[in-house]
């Protein structure tokens, strides 16, 4: 049996290249931060802020979706948050990997738009999405399973493209790469995540403000996690 790392190892040793390190972690993840905090924010908004006009109460989600370029903006800034929140990701598992590594925290969240990759990796977040919404169709527990067993596919996409492997595969191959990696590890990433929880309710509790700390410490935990699969398993870039 593999000895992966419990819990509370990952997040000690995310603790200690943070420690002296925060104001990069920050830099780092700054953008994905605010873009989560104000998706949140916004989806409160939306949902409960109303217009009335003649006894006729109009939400700002009734208006937003009856404008023809709502859905058109929203659909391209989501595609560049994507790119800039992966870009911050990978840099932070090259961090993890080497914890002397000399980087440029804000150049960093554009890593991937000055790569050839960027077009393979908004078509593999298409491709996931789909197969995730098939699934939660059919039934939301399949699609929260389906969720954690295809978690692992961006790292695994980064760390062959970094190897110059990507070329032999197809972009759903990442996805079943992830898969078979997470068999058996599941349930330990659903509970990690969990493990984020009272961190969350901080965040709220702060109205936002404690993201700036919790988002990359959430981050860079999960993308050690990768790590750990990874080091326990010597089939990602066979």
Known sequence: MKAYRTRNQLKTEVKTLL????SKAIILFLIPTLEFWFTNVYKVIK???SVKYNNLTVTLDQILKASTSYGLVSAILGLIFILITLSATFRGLDWLEDPNLEFSPLKSNFTYFRSPAWSELIMLDVISYVFLLFWTILLIVPGVIKALAYSQTYF??????DHGLSKDYRLTDYITKSR????GNKWRYFVLQLSFLGWWVLGLITLGIGFIWIYPYYKLTMANFYKDLKEKSGAILA
């Open 156 to 161: 695994i996409y980064k760390d062959l493209n």
């Open 180 to 183: 078979q990696l997470m068999v």
């Open 19 to 22: 420690k002296g390190n925060w």
């Open 47 to 49: 949902d409960n802020f």
